[in-house]
């Protein structure tokens, strides 16, 4: 199994971003696809998830109403919409995948830097 994220990048605040996980190596219409980030010193923390199945979406409240999770089937693709970044917001970015209560795969890391 791979997951590979990428569109991390150097944004000032306001600004946006779209990051992606690209799937492989199984299928995982019975996953839950999530989003995940560290910070310099900081414990990584839950961003976001999207259930493959059925679309149904969770989010941790600081980036409530800013960010968007969503899924490409035919591409086998999630996505992170990421809109008024926050100099907050910089970390590096973790996809990862689970089918039951623990994260199973994880993917590389892309950095997000939002400058103010």
């Known amino acids: 199994v791979q997951l590979q994220a990428s569109g991390g990048g150097l944004v000032q605040a306001g600004g946006s971003l779209r990051l992606s996980c690209a799937a492989s190596g199984r299928t995982f219409s019975s996953y839950v696809m999530g989003w995940f980030r560290q910070a310099p010193g900081k414990e990584r923390e839950f961003v976001s998830q999207?259930?493959?199945?059925?679309?149904?979406?969770y989010y941790a409240d600081s980036v409530k109403g800013r960010f968007t999770i969503s899924r490409d089937n035919a591409k086998n693709t999630v996505y992170l919409q990421m809109n008024s970044l926050k100099p907050e917001d910089t970390a590096v970015y973790y996809c990862?995948?689970?089918?039951?209560?623990?994260?199973?795969?994880w993917g590389q890391g892309t950095q997000v830097t939002v400058s103010s």
């Open positions: 999207i259930t493959w199945s059925d679309g149904s979406t």
């Open positions: 990862a995948a689970r089918r039951a209560s623990a994260w199973t795969y």
